[in-house]
C-alpha cells in the first residue's frame, strides 16, 4: 500500500513538473479550461438547436469578438490620445512636471507651500522606478508564459483549445475515470468545487473589470479628459492584469492628465487629480467591488474578502491583492475536506481523555 502511495505521489510531482516545463502549452490550455467554464452554459443552450461542433465554434467566436467590439471604439480617439503621451520623451516630461511644480508651489499662499518641500518632488526618480517595476514585472510574465514565444503560442494556441474543449467535455468525468476509484470520494466532493470556484472568481473579475471600466468612462467625460474611452477600456482591461497593468494604468492616467487634464488643465494639477483618480479607483475596486462581486461568487463576506486582499497585499503586493481571494477559496474546500476532519478527531480524543 505504502510502495502504491508513492507511486502515486511520484507521478503526482512529474506531472506538476513537466507541466510547468511544457508552460507554452499548458498556460493557454488552462486558460482555455476555464473559459470554457464560462461558455460552458451557451454552449448547452446552442447544442439545443445546432450541432456540437457549431456551438463549440459560435462559443470562440463570442470570446473572440465581444473584446473586439469592446475595443473598436477606442480606435476613434487612439490617435488623439496617443499624440497626447510623450512616450518617446519620458525624461522631457519629468523635466517639464517638476518646473511646473515648482511655479505651482510658488503660487501657494505661504502657509500653504511651506507644508511642502519641492526639492523632494523627483518625477524622474519616480518614472525610473516605476519603469524598473513595469521591466521586472514583464519578465516575470515572459517566464510564466515561457518566453516570447510562449506569449505568442498562447494566444494563437488558446482559442484552438477552447474550440476542442467544448466540443470534448465534460473533463472531470474522463479524469475520473483516470484514477483509482479510492480516489472517487475525494475526487467528487473537492473538483466540482474548485471548479465551480475557478469559474465564479474569472466571471467575477470580468464583471470588475467592465464596471472599474464605466466608473472611469464616466469620470474621465465629465472632467474633459481626451480619449477618455481609450483610457477608461485601458485601465478596466489592465486590471485583469496582475503587478504590471494596475502600474501601466496608473501611467497613462498620470501622463495624460499632465498633458491635458480637461477641465483642470494639465500640468501638476491635471497631474494629481489623475493621480486622485486612480487612487480612488483602486480603493473602489479593493473594498467595494471586488467584496460585492467576487466575495458574493465565492461565498465568502465582504468583510473576509477585504480582510483577505489586505493580507495578501501584505504579504506578495500587488499579485497577493489578484491572487489572495481565490487562494483563500480553494483553501476552505481543502480545509473542510482533509484538516476538518483530523481537528474533529482530535476533539473527540480529547473529550474521551478528560
Known amino acids: 500500500m505504502r510502495t502504491a502511495n508513492l507511486v502515486r505521489a511520484l507521478v503526482v510531482l512529474f506531472s506538476l513538473w513537466l507541466i510547468w516545463v511544457l508552460r507554452k502549452v499548458t498556460v493557454p490550455l488552462l486558460g482555455a479550461y476555464l473559459f470554457m467554464l464560462v461558455l460552458q452554459p451557451l454552449q448547452r443552450r446552442l447544442t439545443q438547436k445546432l450541432p456540437n461542433s457549431v456551438a463549440a465554434l459560435c462559443c470562440v467566436l463570442v470570446l473572440l469578438i465581444v473584446p473586439i467590439v469592446a475595443f473598436l471604439p477606442a480606435a476613434f480617439d487612439f490617435q488623439h490620445l496617443l499624440s497626447k503621451v510623450p512616450i518617446n520623451d519620458l525624461g522631457g516630461f519629468s523635466t517639464q512636471l517638476r518646473m511646473q511644480f515648482i511655479e505651482w508651489h510658488a503660487s501657494l499662499p505661504s502657509w500653504i507651500s511651506e507644508m511642502f518641500d519641492p526639492d523632494v518632488f523627483e518625477p524622474q526618480k519616480f518614472i525610473e522606478a516605476t519603469g524598473n517595476q513595469i521591466r521586472s514585472a514583464g519578465s516575470g510574465l515572459v517566464i510564466f508564459f515561457g518566453g516570447v514565444f510562449g506569449i505568442i503560442s498562447s494566444m494563437v494556441l488558446l482559442p484552438i483549445f477552447l474550440f476542442f474543449l467544448l466540443q470534448g467535455g ?172 483530523v481537528m474533529k478527531e482530535g476533539k473527540s480524543v480529547i473529550d474521551e481523555a478528560s
Open 170 to 341: 465534460p473533463w472531470l468525468l474522463r479524469i475520473r475515470r483516470e484514477l483509482p476509484a479510492s480516489w472517487h470520494p475525494p475526487f467528487d466532493r473537492i473538483l466540482p468545487q474548485i471548479e465551480a470556484i475557478s469559474t465564479n472568481y474569472l466571471v467575477a473579475r470580468v464583471k470588475v473589470a467592465v464596471v472599474k471600466m464605466i466608473i472611469t468612462w464616466v469620470v474621465l467625460i465629465i472632467l474633459g479628459f481626451p480619449g477618455a474611452y481609450s483610457l477608461a477600456v485601458a485601465v478596466g482591461a489592465l486590471s485583469l492584469l496582475p503587478v504590471l497593468g494596475p502600474l501601466v494604468g496608473f501611467l497613462l492616467l498620470a501622463i495624460v492628465g499632465f498633458a491635458d487634464g480637461g477641465i483642470v488643465g494639465g500640468g501638476v494639477s491635471g497631474f494629481v487629480v489623475a493621480g486622485v483618480i486612480y487612487v480612488v479607483l483602486e480603493i473602489v475596486e479593493a473594498y467595494v467591488l471586488i467584496p460585492r462581486f467576487v466575495g458574493k461568487g465565492l461565498g465568502l463576506s465582504d468583510f473576509a474578502v477585504i480582510l483577505t486582499i489586505l493580507c495578501g497585499g501584505a504579504l506578495l503586493g500587488i499579485l497577493g491583492l489578484v491572487l489572495a481571494v481565490p487562494v483563500v477559496a480553494v483553501s476552505r474546500v481543502l480545509y473542510a475536506e482533509f484538516v476538518r476532519p
